[in-house]
């Protein structure tokens, strides 16, 4: 039965944490419809850290399995903090642990593109995924810098609470959108704001153009066969 949940979650691990992501996306929505919102968000995390874990082993060729002990740490602890509680410190944790693995997920995808020979599904869904996973680490360390610094930004909210306005706001900044309803106020928030913006046009620019060229180079060696 297990090897069968796992042959399934390898399967479809991709799609998975696309699915999970996107889900996220739409917390704001799930907040205003649903009282259950947060408990929904926290759902999606375990469920992108279960496929990023299922993605990492998958293409892990070096033998070494140290990221995914962690992983398997990281969804433990993010289950307890979740579900079960054991207080802010422990909270605080997990979103270290988060933040740090969903660095590594987003560098995993990035690997998976540059490895790719052709442009497919899976390299497309990737290069998707690796950007809503930066910015939902991003979404994460500003709702921790919040709960240290609570002046920081025009919103002051508990970790919970105001984990919507800082998925929302990473975003915006990320596709250098700017809004302008929710704003840095002090001048380490606001080069943190930088960094976020400065992280999206690089994601973007380097991964469309390497998606562009893979894709030029298949067309040109099947023009020449």
């Known amino acids: ?57 998958t293409h892990n060729r070096s033998g070494n399995y140290v990221f995914q002990i962690i992983g398997m740490g990281v969804i433990i602890v993010t289950f307890l903090s979740s579900f079960i509680g054991f207080g802010p410190k422990f909270q605080i944790l997990a979103n270290y642990l988060q933040v740090g693995y969903f660095l590594y997920l987003a560098i995993t995808t990035l690997q998976i593109i540059i490895r790719s020979r052709r442009v497919t599904s899976e390299v497309v869904i990737n290069s998707i995924s ?34 919507y306005n800082a998925f929302y706001f990473s975003f915006v900044t990320m596709t250098t959108l700017g809004y302008g309803d929710i ?32 894709y030029i180079s298949t067309q040109s060696q099947n023009f020449n066969s």
């Open 183 to 214: 704003l840095p106020l002090t001048s380490a928030a606001k080069a943190l704001s930088i960094l976020i913006s400065i992280s999206g046009a690089f994601y973007t620019t380097i991964v469309l153009g390497m998606i562009v060229g893979k």
């Open 1 to 57: 039965m297990l090897n069968r949940v796992q042959h399934i979650v390898q399967k479809f691990d991709h799609i998975l944490l696309l699915g999970a992501l996107v889900s996220m996306i739409a917390s704001p929505i799930w907040e205003a419809v649903f009282t259950g919102g947060v408990l929904w968000s926290k759902l999606s995390i375990i469920i992108v850290l279960i496929s990023g874990l299922s993605i990492t082993y």
């Open 130 to 163: 690796g950007y809503f996973l930066i910015g939902l680490g991003w979404s994460i360390a500003i709702s921790m810098w919040v709960t240290y610094f609570p002046e920081s930004f025009s919103f002051t909210k508990t970790l919970d609470d105001g984990f």
